[in-house]
Nanobody, 120 residues
């Protein structure tokens, strides 16, 4: 059973770059047909899919965030990362990493989430 764990700073200042890492255990991020996503939930709002990286390394981004988002991976460490540049207070949210087994849009395995606050 795959397990995902987010890590990164809980507080980021406006205009800086938010960087989070998702460490995966129990499964390889290169396993065929798996998609590894970042999803966030701002306080009082719904879930927002931000983007994903596939088992082959292809990346996909939400159009509304594409200009500020970068997702990459380290296959040797079996983890993938999110970078969100030029953050604003509205980027404050709980950030989740997920796996979609055979699906880019449906996640079957989630990390516990990590709170990120954007504030000076």
């Amino acid at each position: 059973q795959a397990q995902l764990q987010e890590s990164g700073p809980g507080l980021v200042k406006p205009s800086q770059t938010l960087s989070l890492t998702c460490t995966v255990s129990g499964a390889s991020i290169t396993n065929s047909n798996n998609y590894w996503s970042w999803i966030r939930q701002p306080p009082g709002k719904g879930l927002e899919w931000m983007g994903a990286i596939s088992y082959s390394g292809s990346t996909y981004y939400s159009p509304s965030l594409e200009s500020r988002t970068s997702i990459s991976r380290d296959t040797a460490k079996n983890h993938f990362t999110l970078q969100l540049s030029s953050v604003i207070p509205e980027d404050t949210a709980v950030y989740y990493c997920t796996r979609g087994a055979g699906s880019l849009v449906l996640s079957d395995c989630w990390g516990v989430g990590t709170q990120v606050t954007v504030s000076s």
